[in-house]
């Protein structure tokens, strides 16, 4: 029978020696990272949110029996466990668990190790249940880890702590190997304890991981994704949470989770190992006080870090929670053979057409939606031309003469300014951060100098060097760092044009003090714009690259490449999802390290290293659905000036800030009106000022079609989406044909029901393809200057396939930022998509999303004749180096989600 030892303290474990006297030093909570600040509270139905509370505890021997020295009933708490995609995040939360000590600056991976009592996190092929194969059956040796470091230990027989378990088995105690009969691949044991944990692929191919290339192709040094599991930290009042990154096949093939192959997420929170006798190490309890961190990365107590995670006293007490995911992003073009119908435009759109192409083509009554990627103009221009079925874009246009476009209101969702930033001292994320037009007019006009090469750029020697050292930051975001990066001088953005941009310069555009700063007054701070950008014509679709001073430098590598500095910090790519997918890893895009092969080679100028955890500051432009999927953090944007109004964060100056929540989208879409039957709704930046609870990055995704012109089946086909879209697909959900985070369900009732009204009017009108009159014909260009779901600048339309090539996925960011990729010349228009096609739309490979493929790729910011033939080479290498972020699966998010 066990004997207790007395567990004051709400079942803490017994104080060692010298700890009484620490109790009496202060200690400072460090708070682990909470959930997206964006996110609305209410679960997404459907999601699978799994919770269970263990009884766990340690025990030492003792010559009466077992003394448990430490117990604790520890609750896991998951939000979603269901329908998830690759490199999704999903929320954990724990709560009883013993407090951790020496806090790692890096949790992930390798860099985990050095902690005490941490909750340790993977990803593991398999489910908890004995009853299965052993096959299918969860283990130690099916769980991922990113180095053998985390799965093996070699050390001297005297500290080898887990031949002390008291839950091993008399056999795997005396075992001196642990792994029989030992690879004769691996490194000699002599005068060794050596415990290796193989891991066994999804094929069958069994790793044993006594180094480094012993491990799975995943496991490589520089692998295409960072670690995803984590040794996290848990408070002092025995709570934390994390955000966890699931992987498919897709991006894991050993490991080889998908919607066939089961999984599940393993939680261990580390109590410490039982010991079976009185060995010195196996019954240590901890170098650090609870709640400490570990900056000098000094070392730990083994017998209480999760280095022995899979030691048999740590493994009994895991919690294992089953997770499925979704059809595999190539489902469609597997399971339907026939020529998907092409819906080109707006990436605002991507989440929702991975969730909806399946309920399309997985059903015979239905035809093959594909939704194929491009900048709204030249989505608009192929479908006023005919090669394609219908349009996504967010803005009325301006139609070519004698052609009438009727314009389906199909999704309210929006952009977002996505942050990854640390809290000083190792303290977890931040929270919440606030972000003034102002701000982001310098970000945008590249006006902080990011380096000491900027400050040589006459009119910017005097401003800060990035957005953390700015005054007008620091007052609305205070505590965090100074220190000063060059990824925190810019906001990674769009080279092509697009809506998003539209709305966001209207953002700007709208605000005073932005304008005054774009126009060339200083801030109150005496921050300039950088004149190469002083009075930029503002809205506009597209942020052009203007600034062309090449600093002077002794620098070898500089010397070889006399480049304009700025632009290669700002370095916009092509896509959405590669700003989101940069974020995600912390990886900037900045193109500035110097590197090179050999000492013979030439200097290269690229891109510069991923942001480590614990001092990661970096902003990017996103979509909302993508925000969700990933689960990236965006910021709270300033609306009115003036306001009391409680429920929003109004600050000393009575400025208030508002996030992408299903409210504040839905206060936006309530200020829209149509200027006739099936135009766009339209609404001002200057009354989202005024209303203050309206989130100023909302936008409409509307199909746009011809009226008259089009074929009866693609007509029908047409319609047939629009009635789908504005009815099955508005529930919210993570299922084939549901609509995912990111975007505001449209109703019958509420802001939404004019939307709803009007995309079932649209619906009909396409079906029938009878244009109205030309005395009621649907406008695109009456809506005034910078409205939001108006006409974007300049109101033209491309002519067919303008600046358009085919082909390329979503999911990988792969033709560049100029010039031809495979398939056919620069500025080829796409096959024609629909029935009578002379060739079907080039079908998503394995990483792309399904009916989700990327069909254009105009050039990087426009590259005026200022800029000169010193710029263009530098920046032909922006987007292919961008690419290899996005070389994964469409659907990602993290935390609480937009209800």
């Not at 080898?160 to 009969?181: F, I, K, N, S």
């Not at 126009?519 to 942020?543: C, E, F, H």
Request: aromatic share 6%; net charge positive.
């Amino acid at each position: 029978m066990k004997r207790r030892a007395p567990a004051p303290g709400g079942g803490r474990r017994l104080l060692s020696a010298g700890s009484a006297a620490a109790a009496a030093v202060v200690v400072l909570a460090l708070a682990s990272a909470a959930a997206p600040a964006t996110a609305a509270s209410s679960p997404t139905p459907g999601t699978g949110a799994w919770s269970r509370t263990q009884h766990l505890a340690r025990t030492f021997a003792d010559p009466s029996g077992p003394l448990t020295v430490d117990e604790r009933d520890v609750t896991v708490s998951v939000d979603k466990t269901r329908e998830l995609r690759g490199r999704e995040r999903v929320q954990i939360s724990w709560s009883g668990a013993h407090p951790s000590a020496a806090r790692a600056v890096n949790p992930f991976g390798e860099g985990g190790l050095l902690q005490e009592y941490p909750v340790v996190i993977m990803q593991c092929r398999g489910l908890d249940d004995p009853s299965l194969p052993v096959a299918q059956q969860l283990r130690p040796e099916t769980c991922w880890t990113s180095t053998r470091m985390q799965r093996s230990a070699g050390t001297a027989d005297r500290v080898a702590v887990w031949r002390h378990d008291a839950y091993a088995t008399e056999a795997a105690r005396a075992q001196v190997t642990g792994l029989l009969p030992y690879p004769s691949s691996c490194p000699p044991t002599a005068g060794l304890s050596v415990h290796l944990t193989p891991f066994v692929a999804a094929k069958g191919t069994s790793y044993p991981a006594c180094d480094a290339t012993s491990m799975p192709p995943e496991a490589a040094v520089g692998a295409t994704f960072p670690p995803a599991e984590i040794a996290a930290f848990t408070d002092l009042d025995g709570r934390g949470s994390t955000s966890f990154e699931v992987r498919t096949d897709v991006e894991n093939e050993s490991l080889g989770c998908s919607n066939t192959v089961a999984c599940s997420i393993v939680v261990v929170p580390i109590m410490g190992v039982s010991c079976v006798d009185a060995d010195p190490e196996c019954t240590k309890t901890g170098r650090f006080l609870e709640g400490s961190s570990n900056f000098a990365g000094e070392g730990v107590d083994d017998a209480v870090s999760p280095a022995y995670w899979w030691a048999a006293s740590n493994w009994r007490g895991r919690f294992s929670v089953p997770i499925s995911f979704g059809l595999p992003p190539n489902a469609c073009d597997l399971l339907d053979p026939r020529a998907p119908v092409g819906f080109f435009g707006s990436e605002l759109m991507a989440q929702a057409s991975v969730q909806w192409a399946p309920a399309y083509c997985l059903r015979k009554d239905r035809f093959k939606f594909q939704h194929n990627v491009m900048p709204d103009k030249a989505a608009f221009g192929l479908m006023t031309s005919k090669n394609a079925a219908a349009a996504f874009v967010s803005a009325g246009r301006a139609a070519p003469a004698g052609t009438k476009v009727a314009y389906a209101p199909t999704a309210v969702t929006g952009f977002g300014i996505a942050y990854a930033v640390d809290k000083p001292g190792n303290a977890g994320e931040q929270e919440q951060l606030r972000l003034t037009p102002r701000l982001l007019a310098k970000l945008l006009t590249e006006s902080y100098a990011a380096s000491d090469l900027g400050r040589q750029r006459p009119g910017l020697a005097s401003n800060p060097l990035s957005i953390n050292r700015d005054p007008e930051f620091v007052a609305l975001n205070p505590g965090l760092d100074s220190i000063e990066r060059e990824a925190s001088a810019t906001l990674l953005s769009l080279s092509n044009s697009s809506d998003v941009i539209t709305t966001l310069t209207s953002y700007i555009a709208a605000d005073p003090e932005a304008m005054a700063f774009v126009s060339g007054k200083p801030d109150p701070w005496g921050m300039t714009v950088n004149p190469a950008y002083r009075n930029l014509p503002l809205p506009t679709d597209q942020i052009p690259i203007l600034d062309t001073f090449v600093p002077k430098s002794a620098l070898e590598c500089r010397l070889q490449n006399p480049t304009p500095y700025l632009p290669l910090v700002a370095a916009p790519v092509s896509s959405l999802r590669t700003v989101a997918t940069a974020v995600l890893d912390a990886w900037p895009n900045v193109q500035t390290k110097c590197d090179r092969s050999t000492t013979s080679d030439p200097w290269k100028l690229g891109r510069v290293d991923r942001q480590g955890i614990g001092s990661r500051f970096m902003l990017g432009l996103v979509s909302l659905g993508d925000a969700s999927r990933f689960g990236l953090r965006t910021a709270s944007l300033q609306t009115s000036v003036r306001s009391t109004a409680p429920t929003r964060f109004t600050d000393a100056t009575g400025r208030t800030f508002v996030a992408p929540t299903r409210e504040s989208l839905a206060a936006a879409v309530a200020l829209g009106k149509q200027s006739a039957p099936m135009a766009p709704f339209t609404w001002t930046q200057e009354q989202v000022r005024r209303a203050g609870n309206a989130y100023p990055g909302t936008q409409i995704v509307y199909t746009a079609a011809l009226l008259s012109g089009l074929t009866k089946t693609t007509a029908a086909e047409v319609a047939s989406f629009i009635t789908v879209s504005s009815s099955e697909g508005q529930r919210t959900g993570p299922g084939n044909g549901q609509l995912p985070e990111g975007f505001l369900p449209i109703t019958s009732s509420g802001p939404t029901a004019a939307l709803r009204t009007s995309a079932i009017a649209v619906a009909g009108a396409i079906r029938a393809q009878k244009a109205l009159s030309s005395g009621s014909s649907v406008p695109g260009s009456d809506s005034p200057p910078g409205a939001v779901g108006g006409p974007s600048a300049g109101g033209t339309t491309p002519a067919a396939g303008s600046g358009v090539v085919g082909g390329t996925q979503v999911g990988g960011d792969t033709t560049g930022v100029a010039g031809a990729p495979p398939g056919g010349p620069a500025g080829a228009a796409p096959p024609p998509a629909g029935p009578g096609a002379s060739a079907p739309a080039r079908a998503p490979s394995r990483v792309a999303a399904p009916g989700v493929v990327m069909a254009a790729a105009v050039p990087t910011r426009t590259v005026t004749s200022k800029v000169g033939s010193t710029l263009l080479p530098v920046l032909l290498i922006i987007g292919p180096l961008a690419g290899l972020l996005a070389a994964g699966a469409l659907g990602l998010r993290r935390g609480r989600r937009m209800p």
